[in-house]
């Protein structure tokens, strides 16, 4: 049988908006679980952002997609066409989970939840030609997972990933991760993500833990220090919270971390408004001094990028100008993104009746208004002209060069020079997308 796994291009509309260094991780994943579950099962993986697909002569017994929000309506398009080809068409992760019914109508068959447990059965369906209309996985331990294929998408990257856990202990009424994996957190075995990294040929990773320290301080300590030893000339980037580094143990973590290879980390700084944050259910996140453990971050060597999410119905113009300030006090850069109520989440529930429900999924992109506001300022395009100008101040050059002088000395010269091509880079990609945005069409 001939399985094609594609990851869906990032930009609104199905357009590839970059050629992203980083190897889409769950195709490359779900090939690994394929060759241990199924192994002669001929594979195939497409990355729609590097290259173009030949819907027409695509040739496949079975094509899966898994994808979030975004991603739907590219998805749903070029589902229906395979389809009509008489191309059978598999559907899993988030989205899918959280709208099923909706998934449905666009495909053979679909996963809800994790798939490890029912992916084997899938691909004997799928070859026995009996492939049902709904999969439900199920959450496994996280033991004996298999390794990515990394020798199967043909562009080269820089940057590829790996994950030690599923889950997240905190209640973020934005997040959709924690109803996905759960808020029981599970772990893969310490030598195990170990093995994966040490035999990867690649130098720099994502780690793609939706908190890379909050779960169990402990086991992170522990799991830095094997890396540590077993691993060297080997980097990696993750996200966290902040209330995890004011733990007594805090300071001996960042050394591990930074050690072990961590470089930088973004952390959730959510937002500036108390309201905002307080309404978030976010707070037991920061613990109670965020800026202090930003610079202690810092200080062990590591540097920082802020999450910021603006917009929301207690936020007013101000707001974005306050994201400024806080980046320039603290020295550090912000991934700044417009508030987006996730479907499946506490906060779409909460913000339903101000939702504009009228537009496409690929809309739920992050740079996007998405609701009616209360502020008779807080227009549609009042808020994403103060995204795109806040994001043009975060990143211009002088900012940048004086947040690299203010790293520490300890995290020369990687912390710099991972800082520096990030910022110039990412930077130089988000204000040029967000000015095709709000360009006329």
């Known amino acids: 049988m001939k399985l094609t796994l594609i990851a869906p291009p990032e930009g609104e509309g199905g ?8 190897a889409p991780p769950a195709v490359e994943y779900l090939a690994g679980l394929t060759e241990k579950v199924a192994p002669n099962v001929e594979i195939k993986l497409i990355d729609a952002n590097r290259e173009k697909i030949a819907w027409d002569s695509l040739d496949s017994d079975l094509v899966g997609f898994t994808f979030f929000t975004l991603h739907a309506p590219w998805v749903y398009r070029n589902s229906d066409y395979l389809r009509k080809r008489g191309v059978k068409t598999i559907f899993g992760g988030i989205h899918t989970t959280v709208l099923p019914k909706e998934a449905m109508e666009h495909a053979d068959a679909i996963v809800i939840g994790e798939a490890e447990g029912v992916w084997k059965e899938i691909l004997t369906d799928a070859a026995n030609n009996r492939l049902q209309r709904v999969y439900h996985g199920y959450r496994l331990p996280l033991d004996n997972l298999p390794h990515p294929k990394t020798d199967l998408l043909k562009p080269f990257y820089n940057i590829r990933s790996f994950f030690t856990s599923r889950g997240c202990p905190h209640h973020c009424i934005y997040c959709s991760v924690r109803n996905f994996f759960g808020d029981t957190v599970r772990h893969r075995p310490i030598d195990e993500v170990v093995n994966e990294v040490a035999s990867s040929k690649q130098r720099f990773f994502i ?10 301080i402990n086991r992170s300590i522990e799991l830095y220090k094997e890396l540590s030893k077993n691993i060297r000339r080997k980097w990696w980037i993750g996200q966290a919270d902040l209330v995890t580094v004011q733990h007594k143990r805090g300071e001996e973590l960042l050394k591990w971390g930074r050690k072990a290879g961590l ?44 999450f910021i999410m603006l917009g929301s119905i207690n936020d007013t113009l101000d707001d974005f100008k306050r994201a400024l300030d806080i980046c320039d006090e603290l020295n550090v850069a912000a991934f700044t993104s417009l508030l987006t109520p996730l479907p499946g989440t506490e906060l779409y529930d909460l913000y339903d009746k101000y939702i504009f429900h009228d537009l496409a999924w690929d809309r739920y992109s992050f740079n ?15 808020r994403e002209r103060a995204l795109l100008d806040l994001r043009k101040e975060i990143f211009t050059l002088p900012r940048i060069f004086k947040r690299i002088r203010h790293l520490p000395i300890k995290g020369f010269p990687m912390a710099h020079l991972s800082s520096l091509a990030y910022q110039c880079t990412y930077g130089r990609f988000i204000v040029k997308y967000s000015e095709s945005l709000l360009s006329p069409q």
Not at 284 to 299: P, S, Y
């Open 263 to 306: 470089i930088m980390v973004t952390v959730g700084w959510e937002s500036n408004n108390p309201i905002t944050l307080n309404e978030f259910k976010a707070t037991n996140k920061q613990g109670k001094n965020r800026k202090e453990a930003i610079k202690k971050i810092r200080d062990a060597g590591i540097d920082v990028s802020l």
């Open 15 to 22: 357009k590839p908006v970059v050629r992203m260094p980083v």
């Open 368 to 382: 996007r208004a998405l609701f009616q506001h209360i502020d008779k300022d807080m227009t549609v395009e009042n």
């Open 207 to 216: 780690n793609l833990d939706d908190n890379i320290w909050g779960t169990n």
